[in-house]
Every structure is written in structure tokens, then in C-alpha cells.
């Protein structure tokens, strides 16, 4: 089996230059920290996240049962506001989303394809700004560029994403310290 299939995927999609639009990639961050079970895999797709996983499913021998996907989606909502979205809310052509190079606006056919063999469900966080993120190459800080409204909406969306692939949030957190920040002994 290729080595990035499961049963069971939750994929962030986004572009973390774009403040708000990683929320996808940084939710995924957040998930990899977690001790998940062995029949569900977690992805950061990135920009081309929808297009390369579309390929990715149509060549699995053994459809994936359920995928999560997380990104933006502008409905209206307040910064930081999750809803859980089905891919026909997406495609609909009466509705104008972003006009970002990974736009679902394009992907009707295949998100519908898509659909046939594997539950598909959306995660969306309403954004509250999709500008160029002001990096420095000097930084230390190697976390994601989010607004604080959507940063604090990334805990809601492990537990949403997890519980619609069936696992207990209560699951243990992976750490590189013990509780007092000393290094753990490996």
C-alpha cells in the first residue's frame, strides 16, 4: 500500500504566506503532535492540496472510507468561526469564494468523483485576512503567520476533525519535555 493511504486522512490545505489561508497546514502541525491511531493518516497538502489528492484517491486500489479536509472558506461568519461543510457547498456556482490559486470553485467534477468513493467532509475557519504575511528572514518565530481570531480557533478544529474520524480528543500529547520544559530523556 503507498505509504501515504489510510482508512482514514485528515489533510490541511492552505498556504501559510498568506496569514490566515494556513490554517489548514497548521492544524495538521497541532494533529502531528498527537498519538493517533494507526489506520488514519494526517497530510499537509498544501497549496495543490485538493488536485494532488484527487490523483492520490483515484490510484488507491482501497478507497479511503473518510477524508477531513481543513482550509478557509469565506461564509460569511466571524473571524475565527468553524463550520463543517459538505463539497457541494463548495462547488456551488451561485457562491464566489476566494479567488486564490486553490480555489474549489474549479474542482466541482472531481470533488463529486471524489465523493462517490470516500466521505468527504470540510472544515472551514472563516478568516479574517488573507494578505501576504510580514516575515522576516531574521525571525525565531517558525509558527504560523495566523491572525489571533483564527489561531485560536485551531484546538476546535483538532477536536472536529478527530471526532469525525472517530477519535477520542482525550488522546496523549507528544512531547519533547516533561511538564517542568526539560528535555525528555529519549
Known sequence: ???WYAKKMIVGIGNPLYTDDGFGPAVVE??????????LKVIDAGLAGP????????QAATPVETMVMIDIIDFGGTPGQLTKVTPDFLTEET??????PHSWGGLKEPLEELSKRTEVIIIGCQ???IGMSEIS???D?????LTENVKTAIPKAVQ???AEVGVDYGTTIISEGNLHGEAGNA
Open 141 to 145: 518565530d517558525i509558527d504560523f503567520w
Open 95 to 100: 457562491k464566489v469564494r476566494y479567488l486564490d
Open 137 to 139: 528572514n531574521e525571525s
Open 51 to 58: 488536485h494532488f489528492l484527487f490523483t492520490l484517491v483515484a
Open 1 to 3: 500500500m503507498l505509504d
Open 160 to 162: 472536529m476533525a478527530l
Open 30 to 39: 497541532a494533529l502531528k503532535k498527537l498519538s493517533l491511531p494507526d489506520d
Open 127 to 129: 478568516p479574517e485576512s
